[in-house]
């Protein structure tokens, strides 16, 4: 069985995704910073008849990141990773001068120096799988679209743009592609304290006028993690509606 590492799975797109990860066949490895969340997602996979595991992990912590690569590395062979976890509740709100840089530091060392710790610290075992690897980074539309009172957040969804393209390239002929999914304002608990006026403004500029759920987005992740994707990497693939257009 091929095992997919998902951060960020305690809930919202998260959870959603290692549910989609696991009822494609692949064992499911929970890798979230609380374990309340990590466990209760664990257990509601396993209840459902799928292989899961719960490991805590903070990706801003490089030594809990290797920790999570010493767990997974004794379940088997790693075929694919989700880079989803990242600070995304409440940070927006101040224009660009106002933010903090204790602020600017927290969201960039979490959102965008995060994935690459994971990458760095999995990457081996995704080589030993023999090649057909997978990774795929959670990005954000408001990276492409330049949301205002959202600075720090934006750059560092840019980073995991920019991150992808450089590891595509890196890892293209070994064997594993990797791609960016940059989904709109989803209705998830990360988006409760989102303002009206900003689904307001996704409401009015969405081709798809409806609101954004998980599940939107968990189907072309699957197809990322799919063999049908192995010609596909390095792309930035935004997912909201409409939204913005490229």
């Known amino acids: 069985?091929?095992?997919?590492?998902?951060?960020g799975a305690g809930r919202g797109l998260g959870l959603a995704m290692a549910h989609r990860a696991a009822a494609d066949g692949f064992r499911v490895v929970v890798a979230e910073v609380r374990a309340d969340l990590g466990e209760r997602a664990a257990d509601g996979l396993r209840g459902l008849g799928h292989r899961a595991h719960f490991v805590r992990c903070d990706v801003a912590d490089p030594a809990s990141v290797d920790d999570l690569a010493e767990r997974v590395g004794e379940l088997g062979p790693l075929y694919g990773l989700v880079n989803n976890a990242a600070l995304a509740d409440g940070v927006g709100g101040r224009v660009f001068q106002d933010i903090t840089t204790d602020a600017w530091d927290r969201l960039m060392t979490v959102n965008a120096r995060g994935p690459w710790l994971v990458a760095r610290a999995?990457?081996?075992?995704l080589l030993a799988h023999g090649g057909g690897g997978r990774i795929v980074n959670i990005a954000s539309d408001a990276a492409l679209y330049g949301s205002p009172r959202l600075a720090h957040y934006i750059a560092s969804k840019g980073a995991v743009i920019a991150l992808t393209r450089a590891m595509a390239r890196e890892l293209g002929d070994r064997g594993v592609?990797?791609?960016a999914v940059a989904p709109g304002l989803t209705e998830i608990e990360a988006t409760e304290a989102v303002p009206a006026e900003r689904h307001e403004l996704y409401a009015a500029g969405r081709a798809i006028s409806r609101p954004q759920r998980p599940d939107d987005i968990t189907g072309l992740v699957a197809f990322l993690l799919s063999e049908e994707?192995?010609?596909?990497?390095g792309q930035v693939i935004a997912v909201?509606?409409?939204?913005?257009?490229h």
Do not use: A, K
């Open 1 to 7: 069985m091929r095992t997919v590492v998902v951060t």
């Open 240 to 245: 909201n509606g409409g939204f913005t257009m």
């Open 122 to 125: 999995l990457l081996p075992q």
């Open 229 to 233: 994707s192995r010609y596909l990497t």
């Open 177 to 179: 592609t990797v791609n």
